[in-house]
């Protein structure tokens, strides 16, 4: 069975320091990873998605990921914090495929991150 | 272009009532998908649909049950609530070719069981 662990439930950062959301993964088979983000009372967001193409993967609002077989790690970085940041990120791996089509997301527990000045 | 919209927001039921929560996707795709969030234990999936016509159980199916009423709706009904369905309950829907599919998400629906 596919997991995914998130480190640390609640992050707290200074706006403008660097931002690290840790996510360890398990799977059998090699995995297509998310990143996702949720503002305050509104849904899910892709922010980048690790689907074998490149092990470096951008994206929006300036977040990066970096996926690492040997540390089944796909932690999520940007440089800079910024206020607008602040929200709760959740790391999802998919598989396997559902029957008659589709993808089932395993998510992670998710990171509170906060954003001080 | 609306995306996913999923009615109500807001829900308040006193045990044993029931209700149907209502999902929508204009964007012409094939999967849908149900779930529910808590606090601590992330988002976990409760039913889906492959295509039209086809429903099958996720990993927390018991006490509810779904439609695919066509392509673009996908409801999700309680009937009987409990309080231990509390919850904020999303739905997602993706075109369904592959792991890759990015799943796009509603709003949520905020439901307290009393």
Same mark, same amino acid.
């Given at each position: 069975?596919?997991?995914?662990?998130?480190?640390?439930?609640?992050?707290?950062?200074?706006?403008?320091?660097? !931002?690290?959301?840790?996510?360890?993964?398990?799977?059998?088979?090699?995995?297509?990873?998310?990143?996702?983000?949720?503002?305050?009372?509104?849904?899910?967001?892709?922010?980048? $998605?690790?689907?074998?193409?490149?092990?470096?993967? $951008?994206?929006?609002?300036?977040?990066?990921?970096?996926? $690492?077989?040997?540390?089944?790690?796909?932690?999520?970085?940007?440089?800079?914090?910024?206020?607008?940041?602040?929200?709760?990120?959740?790391?999802?791996?998919?598989?396997?495929?559902?029957?008659?089509?589709?993808?089932?997301?395993?998510?992670?527990?998710?990171?509170?991150? $906060?954003?001080?000045? | 272009?609306?995306?996913?919209?999923?009615?109500?927001?807001?829900? !308040?039921?006193?045990?044993?009532?029931?209700?149907?929560?209502?999902?929508?996707?204009?964007?012409?795709?094939?999967?849908?998908?149900?779930?529910?969030?808590?606090?601590?234990?992330?988002?976990?999936?409760?039913?889906?649909?492959?295509?039209?016509?086809?429903?099958?159980?996720?990993?927390?199916?018991?006490?509810?049950? !779904?439609?695919?009423?066509?392509?673009?709706?996908?409801?999700?009904?309680?009937?009987?609530?409990?309080?231990?369905?509390?919850? !904020?309950?999303?739905?997602?829907?993706?075109?369904?070719?592959?792991?890759?599919?990015?799943?796009?998400?509603?709003?949520?629906?905020?439901?307290?069981?009393?």
């Amino acid at each position: 069975a596919q997991s995914v662990t998130q480190l640390g439930s609640h992050v707290s950062v200074s706006e403008g320091a660097l !931002v690290l959301l840790r996510c360890n993964y398990s799977s059998s088979v090699p995995p297509y990873l998310f990143w996702y983000v949720q503002y305050p009372n509104q849904g899910l967001q892709l922010l980048l $998605k690790y689907t074998s193409a490149a092990t470096l993967v $951008k994206g929006i609002n300036g977040f990066e990921a970096e996926f $690492k077989k040997s540390e089944t790690s796909f932690h999520l970085t940007k440089p800079s914090a910024h206020m607008s940041d602040a929200a709760e990120y959740f790391c999802a791996v998919s598989g396997p495929r559902l029957t008659g089509g589709g993808n089932k997301l395993t998510f992670g527990t998710g990171t509170q991150l $906060k954003v001080e000045l | 272009n609306a995306g996913v919209t999923q009615t109500p927001k807001f829900q !308040v039921l006193k045990t044993g009532q029931s209700m149907t929560l209502q999902c929508a996707q204009d964007m012409n795709h094939n999967s849908m998908y149900w779930y529910r969030q808590d606090p601590g234990m992330g988002l976990r999936l409760i039913y889906y649909s492959a295509s039209e016509g086809t429903t099958d159980k996720g990993e927390v199916p018991n006490g509810y049950n !779904v439609s695919r009423l066509n392509k673009r709706e996908f409801s999700l009904r309680l009937e009987s609530a409990a309080p231990s369905q509390t919850s !904020v309950y999303f739905c997602a829907s993706n075109v369904g070719t592959g792991g890759t599919d990015t799943q796009y998400f509603g709003p949520g629906t905020r439901l307290t069981v009393l």
